[in-house]
T-cell receptor
Framework: GAVVSQHPSWVICKSGTSVKIECRSL??????MFWYRQFPKQSLMLMAT?????????EQGVEKDKFLINHASLTLSTLTVTSAHPEDSSFYIC????????????FGNGTRLTVT | GNSVTQMEGPVTLSEEAFLTINCTYT??????LFWYVQYPGEGLQLLLK?????DKGSNKGFEATYRKETTSFHLEKGSVQVSDSAVYFC???????????FGTGTRLKVLA
C-alpha cells in the first residue's frame, strides 16, 4: 500500500531555534499534502494544505511566517517551525493524496516536537 | 459548516465484548466518511471508509454503515481484542475536497 514517511519521528530543540520536518510519499506522487497538529488527547487540527509548485494554503489562525511549508517536488513537503517556543510543542502529522486516484489520504507516523 | 461529533471516551471493555463507538456528522451534500485508528506514538491508519449513503465499510472485523437519514457512521465490532486498544477517529471529507475534518477521537482500552 501507499506509504508516507515522516522524519524525524521525534525532535527536541531549544527555544528560538528552527526545526524542519519532512514528509515523503514513498511509492506515489502527491500533488497535495496536508499538515496537521495534534494536541494531547485532542483531535487533529488542519494547519495547512501544501500544493506542489505553489504556495501553501493556511487555515485560519495558523501563522504562515512561523510554520513555513515547502512542497518542492511531487514526493516531498517540508514543515519548518521557526523560532520555536514551548507552546509549539506538539505532535505534527502529515498526509498525502495520491494524484493518480481518489483513495483516502495516507498519513505519516507523525513527529513529536518538544521545545525546551 | 461541516463537523464531526464522537462519543467521549475512554471506553473500557473486556476482551470479546461488543464495541460501538458513535459518530454523527454535519455536512452539506454527500461527504465521504472514514474511521481512522491511532496506536500510541503513531500516525493514523485508515480503518474503513464509505463514500455514499447505505455503504458499509468493513475491515479487520470492524464495520460502519453510512446512514444519511440519521447522519451517522457508528463503528462496531462484535468481539474486541486487547490489540484493538487505540484511539479511533471518525472523519469526513466534503464533496470535491480532500480536507478531512476529524472528530475528537475515542480512546478504547480492552482488558484481557
Amino acid at each position: 500500500g501507499a506509504v508516507v514517511s515522516q522524519h524525524p519521528s521525534w525532535v527536541i530543540c531549544k527555544s528560538g531555534t528552527s526545526v524542519k520536518i519532512e514528509c515523503r510519499s514513498l511509492d506515489f506522487q502527491a500533488t497535495t499534502m496536508f499538515w496537521y497538529r495534534q494536541f494531547p488527547k485532542q483531535s487533529l487540527m488542519l494547519m495547512a494544505t501544501s500544493n506542489e509548485g505553489s504556495k501553501a494554503t493556511y487555515e485560519q489562525g495558523v501563522e504562515k511566517d512561523k510554520f513555513l511549508i515547502n512542497h518542492a517536488s511531487l514526493t516531498l513537503s517540508t514543515l519548518t517551525v521557526t523560532s520555536a517556543h514551548p507552546e509549539d510543542s506538539s505532535f505534527y502529522i502529515c498526509s498525502a493524496r495520491d494524484r493518480q486516484d481518489n483513495s483516502p489520504l495516507h498519513f505519516g507516523n507523525g513527529t513529536r516536537l518538544t521545545v525546551t | 459548516g461541516n463537523s464531526v461529533t464522537q462519543m467521549e471516551g475512554p471506553v473500557t471493555l473486556s476482551e470479546e465484548a461488543f464495541l460501538t463507538i458513535n459518530c454523527t456528522y454535519t455536512a452539506t451534500g454527500y461527504p465521504s466518511l472514514f474511521w481512522y485508528v491511532q496506536y500510541p506514538g503513531e500516525g493514523l491508519q485508515l480503518l474503513l471508509k464509505a463514500t455514499k449513503a447505505d455503504d458499509k465499510g468493513s475491515n479487520k472485523g470492524f464495520e460502519a454503515t453510512y446512514r444519511k437519514e440519521t447522519t451517522s457512521f457508528h463503528l462496531e465490532k462484535g468481539s474486541v481484542q486487547v490489540s484493538d486498544s487505540a484511539v479511533y477517529f471518525c472523519a469526513l471529507s466534503p464533496p470535491g475536497t480532500y480536507k478531512y475534518i476529524f472528530g475528537t477521537g475515542t480512546r478504547l482500552k480492552v482488558l484481557a
